[in-house]
Nanobody, 114 residues
Framework: QVQLVESGGGVVQAGGSLRLSCAPSGSIFSPNAMGWYRQGPGKERELVAAIWGGSTRYADNLEGRFTISTNKARNTVALQMNNLKPEDTAVYFC?????????WGQGTQVTVSS
């Protein structure tokens, strides 16, 4: 059973930065895709950023503030978040697609105060 462990969440003031990281708990096959999703209070889970092969995709409303990156040797994925806004407050989940199966982390809370 693949387990993904996220870290890096916390409380930050508007305009601040956070870096989220996600790593598998053990050895895994190389993921076909990795990404970050978030679920704000009373909202549905939504894609924040994803990376697969040589392609990346970001949510339309991020205005270039977030950057997704991977370490292929360690099968980890990170999300650098800059100029955070109160509306970025959410639980952030990492996801990896491995051999056709979706695996999710447990989520990490990001709270942006105004």
């Amino acid at each position: 059973q693949v387990q993904l462990v996220e870290s890096g969440g916390g409380v930050v003031q508007a305009g601040g930065s956070l870096r989220l990281s996600c790593a598998p708990s053990g050895s895994i096959f190389s993921p076909n895709a990795m990404g970050w999703y978030r679920q704000g209070p009373g909202k549905e889970r939504e894609l924040v950023a994803a990376i697969w092969g040589g392609s990346t995709r970001y949510a339309d409303n991020l205005e270039g503030r977030f950057t997704i990156s991977t370490n292929k040797a360690r099968n980890t994925v990170a999300l650098q978040m800059n100029n955070l806004k109160p509306e970025d407050t959410a639980v952030y989940f990492c996801k990896m697609v491995i051999r056709g199966h979706d695996y999710w982390g447990q989520g990490t809370q990001v709270t942006v105060s105004s």
